[in-house]
């Protein structure tokens, strides 16, 4: 696909037409560090004509190396970083060595390849080495490290990362294809970046533990089929006993990831035909109750909602529905703000991106994306802080629980009033608008449009759009026509009309 030259930060174009991501150090950091390159340079592997999918990918990739560089520049402790910074850093030396685990796992010496030959040759031995040896060749480093750590000191992180090459290349990857479900699990988590210590991966944890309460642990292999299909019927059945009401919906929902992991187990025959419900018919669960569907907010009620939630009752839960109905907006991803890094609020265009936290977590690849206020800024700014906190101080259903009440008492006590309304909303005023698709997908996120070559890596740059105000200015007057029928209305509370039922 055709890209403008120029639309993405720190993107460089090759002669050939090789990608690659360049980006100057911060100025104070190469001060303070005069042997700091002037630029972090990284080839991103692709060619101008990949997909917009792969170059989304690679250019946060590149990004979060970018950070880590900068930050292991001037922090050299070990504790300072996560297992994932470990694990990203050790996966990109590799790649620089032109290296790959299990490279030098011990075999038989007469099992070594013309290219490690050469390689031993190339180094001067007289006799092919043990392939501890040629490990060592390719992390030279490793000997200094070793005699460092010999002296009693404790290992810097760009130690801890050669140490862990180092490991990597001698070891090939271990594949049990008998495994026991916590064994499965620890390994689908460990394969998936699932930080089950916060978030939505505590959360997954939690749903895992609960699931194991009913059917203990078992073994996973070819021939244990029945008895993996008879632990979960046991989870299905003791959920039922002990709730009697309870829904497929939520049967299916604790056990997602739990299947998952099962099916994560390589050279597992039956693995892709396990699955909650389908055509398969593996289990005996309550047939789905149809979820109730949303509704577009009508022009009364979006005049009511704002003035409501500006003029005559602001406060953190009315802030909360204030920013979600700018772009259909849902409790998670509120609650994945961070204050501090993804309000841009006194901006000359006020904005807010949605990065998916520090986790980087979004529904899809698609919604990350940047809000402008144009509406009750003010508001915005005195309470959202407020909001994020009570968000993240209860569990995700009783924020939505809440909100839903606060609407319904406005609104009226039907089924379908519910804050998912906002999303319904958001979409007809912008087809009202006619707003251009890559826009609208900037904004709200659905997964049309060219815009991962021209919004997504601003999204996940620290530094948003402060390089391409031109960009943020169109999202914002496309958003200050979405709510132009509204603006004038809630800079007063005439306009009030109650629409509560009776």
């Known amino acids: 696909m055709a890209r403008k030259k120029g639309k993405i930060p720190y993107l460089n174009e090759r002669p050939k037409g090789d990608l690659r991501y360049v980006r100057d150090y911060p100025l104070k950091l190469r001060k303070a560090i005069p042997s700091l390159p002037s630029q972090f340079s990284r080839e991103l592997g692709l060619t101008k004509g990949c997909s917009d999918s792969e170059l989304h990918k690679a250019m946060e990739l590149s990004s979060r190396l970018y950070d880590l560089k900068v930050k292991t520049a001037t922090n050299s402790d070990p504790s300072a970083y996560s297992e994932s910074e470990l694990k990203i850093a050790i996966e990109e030396t590799l790649r620089q060595r032109d290296l790959k685990k299990g490279d030098y796992a011990r075999v038989p010496e007469s099992q070594y390849t013309e290219e490690e030959w050469n390689r031993a040759v190339e180094h001067g031995a007289e006799i092919v080495p043990d392939r501890h040896d040629l490990a060592e060749w390719a992390v030279p480093e490793i000997d200094d490290i070793g005699d460092d750590l010999k002296r009693g000191q404790k290992p810097t992180f760009q130690q801890e990362v050669l140490i862990g090459t180092w490991k990597a290349i001698q070891n090939l990857p271990e594949i049990k294809k008998t495994q026991t479900m916590r064994e499965a699990w620890s390994q689908y988590v460990s394969d998936k970046n699932i930080d089950t210590s916060q978030g939505d991966g505590k959360k997954a944890q939690q749903r895992f533990e609960r699931v194991l309460q009913y059917t203990g ?63 398969q018919n593996n289990f005996q669960i309550p047939d789905a109750i149809p979820a109730v569907s949303g509704r577009a907010l009508s022009k009364d009620e979006t005049r009511l909602c704002l003035n409501t939630w500006i003029n005559l009752k602001p406060d953190p839960k009315n802030t909360a529905m204030l920013v979600m109905i700018h772009a259909g907006l849902g409790c998670r991803e509120l609650r994945r703000l961070r204050v501090d890094k993804d309000l841009y609020l006194d901006a000359k265009y006020p904005h807010i991106i949605f990065r998916g936290g520090d986790a980087r977590q979004a529904k899809t690849e698609a919604r990350p994306r940047v809000v402008p206020i144009v509406v009750g800024l003010d508001i915005v700014k005195e309470y959202l802080p407020e909001t994020v906190a009570w968000m993240n101080s209860i569990n995700e259903n009783s924020t939505s629980a809440a909100l839903n009440k606060r609407l319904r008492a406005l609104l009226g006590e039907e089924k379908e009033v519910k804050t998912h309304m906002f999303r319904h909303t958001w979409l007809r005023m912008a087809r009202r608008s006619r707003i251009s698709e890559d826009n609208k997908h900037a904004i709200a996120g659905w997964e049309k449009g060219d815009t991962n070559n021209t919004v997504m890596e601003r999204v996940y740059d620290k530094h948003g759009y402060s390089d391409d105000p031109e960009l943020l200015a169109q999202l914002y007057e496309d958003q200050r026509e979405i709510f132009s029928r509204f603006i004038a209305d809630v800079s007063t509370v005439d306009n009030v009309v109650s629409l509560k039922r009776k």
Not at 255 to 262: G, K, P, V
Not at 272 to 277: P, T
């Open 217 to 279: 642990d078992f073994v996973i292999s070819n021939e244990t089929e029945d008895e993996v299909l008879d632990r979960i019927q046991s989870f299905i059945y003791g959920k039922r006993q002990d709730s009697p009401t309870i829904k497929a919906q939520s049967v299916e929902r604790e056990l997602r990831e739990f299947i998952a992991a099962i099916r994560h187990v390589p050279r597992l025959k039956w693995g892709a035909s396990l699955q909650v419900s389908g055509k």
